[in-house]
């Protein structure tokens, strides 16, 4: 963590703090049964209806701490993006101003904003679209926090200790020798820096670009190869943010069975993937639920257009 003085902003390689807004959340592990398999649930979904999931994690450190010097975050992504959202959630929550460059709008978008898109603007956020992405270089100074697209920074470590913290507390809790972690990736940040503050192997999947993607997205944070999480193969390539019949299925057969709702833009591949890859259930295996539900809003609008008639 020590390259975060490098950034112009400075900022600092912190302790966890005692007071962190996470101890006074709830994520509770729920065990449930689902194809004949026992899986734990680690419900991140529940940390708080607007800072959910994996962006509460990554964005933890700036609600921990004060940063008096900051008026203003910028960061850049999908126009539909579950960082954006998160962001705008604690821009204002710290009373900052949020620029968010996209590289388009979509008219149907733009004529009918909903999800992430439509509750960040109402946040405030201000959308900037240019074709190209901003640079950090430009744009990084004392009062401007920049950060990248789905929030792939270095002190996003900070809050998925903590995550790693209470996972080791209940397996102990459980008298579990050894477990195994399992979580879809996009940047990655999520199971590296998992990987890499647990005793236990943590397994996942990309979900934008291929395993040689992933990687390079993990090198970017962490040079030590040993910190980087097992990449699982799937039998089928899909593309992100794609609709499939077999992801809709599988979300709407996991809501059913467990009464749970996974996000559908990462989980229906991470799920299809674990599950035709049994070798990892040798150990108890904790699936870490990431949030992103807002994001099925416009998602799930999507699917109905396309398959609900004929599921
Ligand atoms: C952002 C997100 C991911 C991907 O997290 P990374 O840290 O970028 O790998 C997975 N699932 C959900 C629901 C997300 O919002």
Redesign the pocket.
Known sequence: MDSLIFMKIKLQKREINEKSFMKFLNSPIEKVFFQNQTIYIKRD?LLSKNFS???AR?FAYFLDYDFTDVQKVVSYGSNQ???MY?LSVLAKLKGWEFDYYVTHIPNYLEQNPQGNFKYALENGMRLIVKENKPLRDKIENQETLFIEE???EIY?EYGLKILAQEIETWKKAQGFENINIF??????????YLQKNSKDSVY?VP??GDEYYLKE?FKMLEENENFYPNIMHTSKKRHFGKLYRESYNIWLKLQDKMGIE??L???PH?WLTLLENPQIFDKPILYI?????I?NESMLARYKRKYDENI
């Open positions: 979904d999931g994996n962006k990554k993006s579950n960082a998160s789905g929030g792939r996003a979580l879809p990736a996009g940047t990655g940040t999520t199971a590296l996942t979900c934008v997205q996974f996000d833009l990462y989980d991470g639920h990431q949030g992103g539900l994001g």
